[in-house]
């Protein structure tokens, strides 16, 4: 499968930003933001007549995502609960990050937020956005 990556704009240097702050974030849950949450990992893809958006979000509950749009992005947040052992341990490695997330994704072009499908399975969030 042929993956092809294009940035928002013409401007070179809003380009150079995007592809720091994509390098930065491209771990995902390796690297924490200022208040503490984590960071998701995301695909994004154009189809002719769509826009899909999956979230790895393993371990987070449905009641627990919250999706909204704003001029042109889709903002997700969430929480994925603890879940370590009330007894005693001794941790040896700790690389699952819980507690609060959130992701702004900028939207390549426009869609229609009100016939916006997303479904939850196997910690995948697929979203799939119609264009206008």
Same mark, same amino acid.
């Given at each position: 499968? +042929? #993956? %092809?990556?294009?940035? #928002?704009g013409n401007?070179?240097?809003?380009?150079?930003?995007?592809?720091?702050?994509?390098?930065?974030?491209r771990e995902?849950?390796?690297?924490?933001?200022q208040w503490?949450?984590?960071?998701? %990992?995301?695909?994004?893809?154009?189809?002719?007549?769509?826009?899909?958006?999956?979230?790895?979000? @393993?371990?987070?509950?449905? +009641?627990?995502?919250?999706? $909204?749009?704003? &001029?042109? /992005?889709? =903002?997700? #947040?969430? $929480?994925?609960? +603890?879940?370590?052992?009330?007894?005693? @341990?001794?941790? !040896?490695?700790?690389? =699952?990050?819980?507690? *609060?997330? &959130? %992701?702004?994704?900028?939207? *390549?072009?426009?869609?229609?937020?009100?016939?916006?499908?997303?479904? !939850? /399975?196997?910690?995948?969030? &697929? =979203?799939?956005? *119609?264009?206008?």
């Amino acid at each position: 499968m +042929e #993956r %092809r990556i294009y940035m #928002r704009g013409n401007n070179p240097f809003e380009s150079h930003i995007f592809r720091i702050v994509d390098c930065f974030y491209r771990e995902g849950s390796r690297f924490s933001m200022q208040w503490g949450a984590w960071v998701p %990992r995301v695909d994004v893809y154009e189809t002719d007549d769509k826009i899909v958006v999956l979230v790895e979000i @393993a371990g987070v509950k449905k +009641e627990d995502i919250d999706l $909204t749009f704003h &001029e042109g /992005k889709l =903002i997700l #947040r969430g $929480t994925r609960q +603890e879940h370590y052992s009330s007894d005693p @341990a001794i941790y !040896y490695q700790m690389e =699952i990050n819980f507690g *609060p997330f &959130e %992701r702004i994704i900028p939207l *390549p072009t426009d869609v229609d937020a009100e016939k916006a499908e997303a479904v !939850y /399975k196997d910690g995948f969030l &697929e =979203i799939i956005l *119609p264009k206008k």
